[in-house]
């Protein structure tokens, strides 16, 4: 009876129900922030896969094209040849690049994640 007294006295009962209250309201502000920064990235990620896509599909379609437009001149299997060979020169390139190319990619990302916050 006495802790009750001087709890209404000092109104901490008020305080404490507000204090809770801000709590859990800090806490739905913050599952919603989540859902709109992750709601954000899908959407990104999701653009981007499909622009990965159709440019995939360009490299494709260009690449069979110059290698039946070689593939007239030379013979389809040197034409195909003369493709491959090209893109097994750039997989060995960027294979021998990659520690370069991992260290830049990871720096753009630091740099975008640095400005959003």
């Known amino acids: 009876m006495f802790k009750e007294g001087i709890a209404r006295f000092l109104k901490l009962d008020s305080l404490m129900e507000h204090l809770t209250g801000y709590v859990e309201t800090r806490i739905e502000i913050l599952k919603f922030d989540l859902k709109e920064d ?8 999701s653009v981007l896969l499909f622009v990965a896509l159709a440019g995939l599909f360009f490299l494709l379609f260009f690449s069979m094209g ?6 007239q001149e030379t013979g389809y299997f ?18 021998l690049t990659r520690e370069s190319l991992g260290k830049n990619i990871e720096e753009k990302i630091r740099k975008v994640i640095k400005q959003k916050q």
């Open 38 to 45: 992750l709601s954000k990235v899908a959407s990104r990620a």
């Open 66 to 71: 110059v290698a039946v437009a070689l593939g």
């Open 78 to 95: 040197w034409g195909f040849s003369i493709v491959a060979g090209f893109y097994v020169i750039v997989g060995v390139i960027l294979f």
